[in-house]
């Protein structure tokens, strides 16, 4: 079936340091590829999406690049701020949504 | 609108008892799913619909489960015959319809932490 799997954290960095979370799948299908994002308190939103191969979904800074040959989808930022600190959720749709077990992200000043 | 709500936010049972969830999705999504989330891991999809059609289920989801979403608005999540193993957030999330097999973005609520005893 299919399924996420992605960097464990946490990761800690200090402020304007490069940020990469590694997401990797395993799918039958073509399935559309999402990053979510958890701040403290409050619920699941949207971070980028990419429904296909060489799509690149960008959002905040980050950015992520659907790659088939490797079947990745890897979270990164230039430069993370204190305010990125959350936990972040690499997930799956292909007729139902699979999420990876999510990293928490702290940056410090 | 403001988003997807749930209700209720928090629910303390004891082991055996039954439990009903809502859930009130964004008004113009016809798209509704439920997922179960445990600490340290990520939502683990349980069903969807789409209208009043329920469209796929987790095999993981025991008998003890039922959703509804009778008028294609509001849906109702049950657990019969509680048990510990059961307590986790339970998490709802509405959408527009997929197109073309591309999914969508989901808006989800802040979901009903369940403790079971």
């Known amino acids: 079936g299919n399924s996420v799997t992605q960097m464990e954290g946490p990761v800690t960095l200090s402020e304007e340091a490069f940020l990469t979370i590694n997401c990797t799948y395993t799918a039958t299908g073509y399935p559309s590829l999402f990053w979510y994002v958890q701040y403290p308190g409050e619920g699941l939103q949207l971070l980028l999406k990419?429904?296909?191969?060489?799509d690149k979904g960008s959002n905040k800074g980050f950015e992520a690049t659907y790659r088939k040959e490797t079947t990745s989808f890897h979270l990164e930022k230039g430069s993370v701020q204190v305010s990125d600190s959350a936990v972040y959720f690499c997930a799956l749709w292909d007729n139902d949504m699979r999420f990876g077990a999510g990293t928490r992200l702290t940056v410090k000043p | 609108d403001t988003g997807v709500s749930q209700d209720p936010r928090h629910k303390i049972t004891k082991r055996g008892q039954n439990v009903t969830f809502r859930c009130d999705p964004i008004?113009?999504?016809?798209?509704l799913y439920w997922y179960r989330q445990t600490l340290g891991q990520g939502p683990e999809f349980l069903t969807y619909?789409?209208?009043?059609?329920?469209?796929?289920k987790s095999r993981l989801l025991s008998d003890r489960f039922s959703a509804e979403r009778p008028k294609g608005s509001f849906s109702t999540l049950e657990i019969q015959r509680t048990e510990q193993g059961d307590s986790a957030m339970y998490l709802c999330a509405s959408s527009l319809p997929e197109l073309a097999g591309v999914g969508n973005e989901q808006f989800f609520g802040p979901g009903t932490r369940l403790t079971v005893l």
């Open positions: 008004s113009e999504h016809n798209r």
């Open positions: 619909f789409q209208n009043e059609a329920q469209l796929e």
């Open positions: 990419a429904t296909k191969a060489d």
